[in-house]
């Protein structure tokens, strides 16, 4: 992958905002997200019916699949040209990864929200492609308490997604910044996207947002010491 300059980087960034909707409202977007994806959990948990402990364990293996699926579309999807992943690979390594560079990671404006969320068709495509049926299955087939707890899992598992990877690009000293800094790990975590978004690492390593399971057993997870990393950012200015 070739080197990208900081000074390339703010040329995209110009092009970029230049093609941006005047009617964009980046809080808009993240609330739209939120409120769904919220009205889904809220609902499917308000139809359980005393779920028992083994319904219950429902939750944490589809958070586990869920983390799995974020690790294949990000890897194979987001940085691999495919004939059906065209346009997230266009908008995820064209678009995310032109405007943020490891060592320029924060947005700068509301409106630079639009290349950090996943836009808001894509929770509707998740819900009704992915979630309704095989939630439909699961009534069918297992229990109506499985069904709610597997779709309140998947959509709490993209807001995960959402939400972290956003957290991740809040500038430095904001005050939501120190909201995150308290959540343990957080720290790591966000590290670790730093890292991927350097240019020679970007398709290689780090593909996990929220927690780097499959990153760790398929080999792909990369750390740098963040004093390492620091040295080597101010040896290249």
């Known amino acids: 992958m070739a080197i990208m ?8 960034r110009r092009q970029y905002r230049d093609g941006i909707s005047a009617n964009y409202s980046g809080w808009l977007h993240m609330l739209s997200v939120l409120a ?3 009205a889904v959990i809220g609902y499917a948990l308000s139809q359980l019916q005393s779920a028992t402990l083994l319904e219950w364990l ?3 293996v589809v ?3 869920v983390n799995f699926a974020e690790y294949y579309a990000h890897r194979w999807l987001g940085h691999r040209k495919t004939q059906y992943g065209k346009l997230f690979y266009s908008r995820h390594t064209g678009d995310h990864h032109s405007f943020f560079l490891e060592n320029a990671m924060a947005y700068e404006s509301v409106r630079d929200w639009r290349v950090v969320l996943f836009p808001l068709y894509l929770i509707f495509a998740f819900i009704f492609g992915l979630i309704l049926p095989a ?3 699961l009534s069918e087939w297992v229990s109506m308490n499985v069904a709610c707890i597997y779709a309140a899992a998947a959509i709490s598992g993209y807001l995960l997604y959402e939400v ?5 690009h809040i500038p430095r000293g904001h005050w939501a910044e120190k909201v995150f800094l308290v959540i343990p790990g957080w720290r790591a975590l966000r590290h670790l996207h730093v890292l991927h978004h350097k240019r020679d690492k970007m398709a290689e390593a780090n593909f996990n947002i929220t927690l780097p399971i499959f990153d760790f057993f398929l080999g792909t ?4 010491a963040m004093g390492e990393f620091e040295k ?3 040896a290249q200015e």
């Not at 300059?5 to 995209?12: G, P, S, Y």
């Not at 972290?164 to 991740?168: A, D, P, R």
């Not at 997870?221 to 740098?224: G, I, N, R």
């Open 221 to 224: 997870l990369f750390w740098q």
């Open 58 to 60: 429902t939750f944490p």
């Open 63 to 65: 958070i586990v699949l």
């Open 135 to 137: 939630a439909y299955l």
């Open 5 to 12: 300059t900081f000074e390339a980087m703010m040329k995209f």
């Open 232 to 234: 080597e950012q101010e």
């Open 164 to 168: 972290l990877h956003f957290s991740y």
């Open 36 to 38: 769904v994806g919220l």
